[in-house]
Nanobody
Framework: EMQLVESGGNLVQAGGSLTLSCAAS????????IGWFRRAPGKEREGISC??????????YYADSVKGRFTVSSDNAKNTVYLKMNGLKPEDTAVYFC??????????????????WGPGTQVTVSS
């Protein structure tokens, strides 16, 4: 069975850092685009980042809301994608999801373009 599982969500103080992981089972990330989304209380799910593992160089894309603060990377040997979050703000409080779809991308993808989703992990930023 193909499955994604996020981990690393926690309570963190404003200005702090946190790294989330997205691990795949049942398939490998090779040739896939892996995206990160978040759903804040009372808000729609927002696409914040993705990494295109279909390219020879791992191209990354970011939403303006996180650009300069968040960094996505991959470890193909571990079949895992990471989201490093720096300078966290209370507004970053949300459930964070990773998602996967086979193929290339030239920018952020919408949520309907992904085939596989993890169950999410809670990130809470206190002021």
């Amino acid at each position: 069975e193909m499955q994604l599982v996020e981990s690393g969500g926690n309570l963190v103080q404003a200005g702090g850092s946190l790294t989330l992981s997205c691990a795949a089972s049942g398939f490998t990330f090779d040739g896939y685009t892996i995206g990160w989304f978040r759903r804040a209380p009372g808000k729609e799910r927002e696409g914040i980042s993705c990494i295109n593992l279909s390219n020879s160089d791992d191209r990354t894309y970011y939403a303006d809301s996180v650009k300069g603060r968040f960094t996505v990377s991959s470890d193909n040997a571990k079949n895992t994608v990471y989201l490093k979050m720096n300078g966290l703000k209370p507004e970053d409080t949300a459930v964070y999801f990773c998602a996967a779809v086979y193929g290339v991308t030239s920018g952020l993808l919408g949520r309907n373009e992904y085939e596989y989703w993890g169950p999410g992990t809670q990130v809470t930023v206190s002021s």
